[in-house]
């Protein structure tokens, strides 16, 4: 099945008659728009190794670099020393699944540019499900990559223990969906995709950097407390903190709180962004001319 | 239904898997003076109490009623009683007592007094010394083979171990080993002696009826550089298979095979791991982290570190109830 056979999929839910929905309908919009993101992903291979090899290029070369010099004390959920590898795994779990949550609302961007999207929003369900349902696809695609990555770190060494990888599930999810519904909101705000690299310099560095992702936050409470401050409102430090207590079977109620609550922030925002009656894309459409 | 039983069952055995037997670990913190007394199941430390200055060398008597320890800088040895963890008595060490061991009568110890150059032999029973045998310069480590015939003595910068008749107390062979021998153990079946060389980064493989150097450990941690790697403290398994060498600065335990000699992993722990003893069990072992000040369990049947736990300031030695 090619690519661009994939929005038929979709049109198919078209005639159906609006308020006639049964669950069915739904699964059947959600199915189709899962089916299409994961034939994209698997499409575009580079993609795919690239997803790979960038947590793998911080596994493999950058936390040997640094084994030495960041010594991590022991911090809960960890009840013994750790390697510095153990300590940046769930960071880099988080790290995918906020460059694939941005990666979707790329997609976005460029669906909007390419014409793909009217036939996303002309279909007769919810706005806000059609967003859930591409937030839904885009953490499914998240996850997998994230599997695939502790696949490889099982084989290098990094090992959680063997429930764990069943309990981060949950925790990957919420992460995800919070990722996605970021990536949504954003998107919204973008006129074109040239746009996506203030994205990264304004969004992915500074999350990702500004969180316990790769050291510990009290070094960088010894460091900077206006940096630590920084850090704790960072939604990100919050998803990696509830991924690195599910591998040990434990659950961080603030980070869960945190994760939750930013979510629910996220996709209002997205869907009231892209309600084009009254969102932030009738603004940009009119500004911009696109989609 | 069966599937979520199944399911249940992996994780009840997941939260529930931990040290089966409680013992109790005595270990000696060198620079607050105290010994922490922690309990081996819960993992949690139960008390600390004061002891004398400088507290090093840490051993319990056979029947697990008495502590002694080393109390360096108050140049004695201290006669703790476990029930009370009160001081009971002391026994006259001579200077500087480091390291001792006791015979497996449980009626001498072996004294390494390091300012002396001497081994003393005390009577626990009458408190009084037996005898002082001259050694190298610098004794330190201290081992008697399991028929209580033999004791190894080794002097720090002489870089020599010193074989010892326990009963004429005569020096009978010398093996010149790595510079800075600081720890030797003989093997359960008393074949061998195991010592270990704080500078020259080795464990000397000494064969107890050649007295010769039979093997020569060397290790290498991915990552470090060697002069971090220092070796002190030994445990060797009751069954004689494995070997466990504390690597100090590296914080890392070796865990040796004994038949190939090879280092089969290196166990992350704290920081200037020194000592470490088995529980009567065998099941886990505890290590002592000096400048880290805390102690770590590691599970023997995986090799894996379990959990560490905070003590003393500069933890040194530390020694666990037979019962």
């Known amino acids: ?291 | 239904m069966q599937r979520r039983a199944c399911v249940l069952a992996i994780l009840a055995t997941g939260t529930m898997a931990g040290p089966a037997s409680a013992y109790t670990a005595y270990v000696s913190n060198e620079k607050d003076n105290t010994m922490t007394v922690v309990d081996t199941a819960t993992m949690q430390v139960v008390k600390t109490v004061d002891v004398g200055q400088r507290p090093r060398g840490i051993t319990i008597s056979h029947d697990g009623k008495f502590i002694y320890l080393c109390a360096s800088d108050d140049n004695t040895i201290q006669i703790i009683d476990t029930a009370t963890l009160q001081v009971v008595g002391t026994l006259p060490s001579g200077d500087d007592p480091e390291l001792f061991v006791l015979s497996p009568d449980g009626k001498t110890l072996y004294v390494a007094n390091e300012n002396d150059n001497l081994v003393t032999a005390i009577d626990v029973d009458s408190k009084e010394v037996k005898t002082e045998i001259p050694v190298g310069v610098e004794p330190e480590g201290m081992a008697v083979s399991p028929d209580g015939k033999t004791m190894v003595n080794t002097s720090e910068t002489t870089s020599m171990a010193h074989f010892i008749d326990t009963g004429s107390h005569d020096v009978t062979d010398n093996v010149l080993v790595d510079t800075r021998p600081r720890f030797a153990a003989f093997k359960p079946d008393g074949s061998q002696v195991w010592v270990s060389a704080e500078v020259g980064g080795t464990v000397s493989v000494i064969d107890n009826a050649k007295r010769q150097v039979v093997k020569k450990i060397k290790f290498a941690i991915p990552g470090l550089r060697a002069e971090t790697i220092q070796p002190v403290g030994i445990a060797i398994s009751a069954d004689g298979k494995k070997a466990y060498v504390a690597l100090g600065p590296a914080n890392h335990v070796a865990v040796i095979n004994t038949e190939t000699y090879e280092v089969e992993k290196y166990i992350l722990v704290g920081q200037r791991v020194w000592h470490l003893d088995f529980t009567p069990d065998q099941k886990t072992l505890i290590t002592t982290n000096g400048n880290s000040n805390d102690i770590t369990f590691i599970d023997t049947a995986t090799d894996e570190p379990v959990q560490s736990v905070t003590v003393g300031q500069q933890p040194w030695g530390v020694a666990i109830s037979p019962n």
Request: glycine share 8%; with cysteine.
């Open chain 1, 1 to 291: 099945m090619s690519a661009p056979a994939m929005p038929e999929k979709v049109a198919v839910v078209t005639p159906v008659k609006s308020g006639a929905f049964g669950f069915r309908h739904y699964l059947i919009c959600l199915k189709g728009v899962v089916i299409r993101e994961c034939l994209r992903f698997l499409h575009q291979r580079e993609r795919f190794i690239s997803s790979l090899v960038r947590p793998l290029v911080w596994l493999f070369i950058f936390a040997a670099g640094f084994r030495q010099v960041l010594g991590v004390s022991i911090i809960p959920p960890y009840k013994t020393y750790v390697l510095y590898e153990v300590y940046i795994t769930p960071g880099l779990c988080g790290m995918i699944l906020l460059f694939s949550g941005m990666q979707s609302s790329l997609s976005m961007v460029y669906d909007r540019e390419m014409g793909n999207m009217r036939i996303l929003l002309v279909s007769p369900f919810p706005r806000w499900y059609l967003l859930l349902s591409k937030m839904l696809a885009g953490v499914s695609v998240s996850i997998a990559q994230v599997y695939a990555f502790l696949i490889v770190a099982w084989f290098w060494g990094v090992n959680a223990p063997p429930l764990g990888y069943l309990f981060v599930l949950p925790a990957l999810f919420m992460s995800g969906m919070m990722l996605c519904a970021l990536g949504m909101l954003l998107s919204s705000m973008i006129k074109q995709l040239e746009n996506f690299a203030g994205i990264m310099n304004f969004v992915i560095f500074p999350g990702y950097f500004a969180s316990p992702a790769l050291y510990p936050l009290w070094r960088i409470q010894e460091a900077s407390p206006l940096l630590y401050k920084l850090c704790l409102a960072n939604p990100f430090t919050y998803a990696v903190e509830l991924i690195r207590f599910a591998f040990y079977g434990q659950v961080d109620w603030v980070s869960l709180g945190v994760v939750a609550g930013c979510t629910l922030l996220f996709l209002g925002g997205a869907i009231v962004a892209y309600d084009p009656s009254r969102g932030l894309i009738t603004r940009k459409q009119g500004a911009g001319g696109n989609g």
